[in-house]
């Protein structure tokens, strides 16, 4: 049964600094790995998708890697702002019972101190 | 495109009441899912549908049921509600199963008194 863990589950960090979050899971037999953003009492918002040929994706001021073969992905925040704090989810796609399922870590929850 | 909604947004029920809670898309999205996530824990899949009619169960299903007679609409049954189903619950969807991202709706905070 896929596993995922995020350490550490919460990180207070002062604005500007440059910062790392990071996910692992147990089976590396995935599809692809994202991650989500999800602000309080509100949806998930995906920020990356790394397939699972791929190493790395980037979108602005967010970068996430991924090493299959140690179950391993990193998501970098550069220039850390006030607006970046909410917590992030890592997840990972796997085959299971027949289809695909999203296995989700408990999240990491980010403050940026002003 | 409103993307993914869910109605009601907050609902108290008493134990042994049923509810639906309502999903929708407007995506032509063929996969959809509903999760639950409790406090300070990960999401964990409840029920998925790859298209209109056909359903199957997740980790969680035991309390719940589902239907999918459009390819718009996915609604969650609660049949005898238990304090154990006091959890927010969300609806997502994607173009398909594995390789894309899923869409997810704004969340229906459910309380079981």
């Known amino acids: 049964k896929q596993e995922v863990t995020q350490i550490p589950a919460a990180l207070s960090v002062p604005e500007g600094e440059n910062l790392v979050l990071n996910c692992s899971f147990t089976?590396?037999?995935?599809?692809?790995l994202q991650w989500f953003r999800q602000d309080p009492g509100k949806g998930l918002t995906s920020l990356l998708l790394?397939?699972?040929?791929?190493r790395e994706q980037t979108s602005g001021r967010l970068n996430a890697s991924l090493d299959k073969s140690s179950g391993r992905s990193t998501l970098y925040i550069a220039a850390s702002q006030p607006g970046d704090s909410a917590t992030y989810l890592c997840a990972v796609t796997s085959s299971g019972a027949g289809s695909y399922q999203l296995t989700f870590g408990k999240g990491t929850k980010l403050s940026v101190i002003p | 495109n409103a993307g993914v909604t869910q109605t009601p947004k907050f609902r108290i029920l008493k134990i042994g009441q049923s509810m639906t809670l309502q999903c929708a898309q407007d995506?032509?999205?063929?996969?959809m899912y509903w999760y639950r996530q409790d406090p300070g824990m990960g999401l964990k899949l409840i029920y998925y549908?790859?298209?209109?009619?056909?359903?199957d169960k997740g980790e969680v299903p035991n309390g719940y049921n589902v239907s999918r007679s459009t390819t718009e609409d996915f609604p969650l049954r609660l049949e005898l509600a238990a304090p154990s189903q006091t959890s927010v619950y969300f609806c997502?969807?994607?173009?398909?199963?594995?390789?894309?991202?899923?869409?997810f709706g704004p969340g229906t905070r459910l309380t079981v008194l």
């Open positions: 995506m032509n999205h063929n996969y």
């Open positions: 790394i397939q699972s040929s791929q």
């Open positions: 089976d590396s037999a995935i599809y692809n």
């Open positions: 997502a969807s994607s173009t398909t199963g594995g390789v894309d991202t899923q869409y």
């Open positions: 549908s790859v298209g209109a009619g056909i359903t």
